[in-house]
C-alpha cells in the first residue's frame, strides 16, 4: 500500500511539473509570435508604414503632438533585437539632440515585465517612453506588428522606416 502512495504522488508531482513547463512554453510562444514574420521569411519592411504617409492618430503620453514627433519607435519586451536596439536609439537620439517630446518609444509588453522597466530607465531621459500591452492602441493605430520598428518623422509624415536604427535617414531639418 505505501508503495501505491508514494506512485500516486510522484505521478501528480510530474503532472504539475509538466503543466507549469507547459505555461512557460506558451508564454515564450505569445512573446516570439511578434517576431513571426520575419522568422518565417516574409518581408518585415512590408509591414511599416510607406514613406509619404501622415501619422495615424492615436492617443499618446508626447507633449509636442503627432506634428511634433521627429522619431517614433516600437520596441516589444520578448524580442532579441530590441535589446541590440536601444542602445543604439538611445545613442541615434543623442547624437541628433532631439528634445524628449520629440521622441516617442512605445514598449510593447506587460506592464510588470522588468525588460520593459529597463527600457524605460534606458530611454527615458531621451525620449517619452509609453509602455502598453502587446496589442495596445498606440500599436494598433501604426499597424505594428514587427518588433523593433523605427520611423524618422518630419512634419507629422513618414519621412524613413526600419527594423533598424541605422536604418534611419538623416533628420530633414523642419
Known sequence: MPILVAAVVL???????????????LRRLRAYETRL?????????ASLLPLGTPLPVFAGATGSGPTGLAVVA??????????????????YLTDHELDRDAALV??????????????????GGSATVVREPQDGPIGRAFGARVYPTFYLVNGGVVRAAGIAVEQLAEPVPA
Open 11 to 25: 505521478v501528480t508531482a510530474l503532472g504539475l511539473l509538466n503543466l507549469l513547463l507547459l505555461l512557460a512554453m
Open 37 to 45: 514574420p520575419a522568422a518565417i521569411g516574409g518581408d518585415p519592411q
Open 74 to 91: 516600437f520596441l516589444s519586451t520578448g524580442c532579441d533585437a530590441c535589446q541590440t536596439q536601444v542602445p543604439k536609439l538611445r545613442r
Open 106 to 123: 512605445v514598449v510593447a509588453g506587460e506592464e510588470d515585465d522588468p525588460v520593459g522597466r529597463q527600457y524605460a530607465d534606458q530611454l
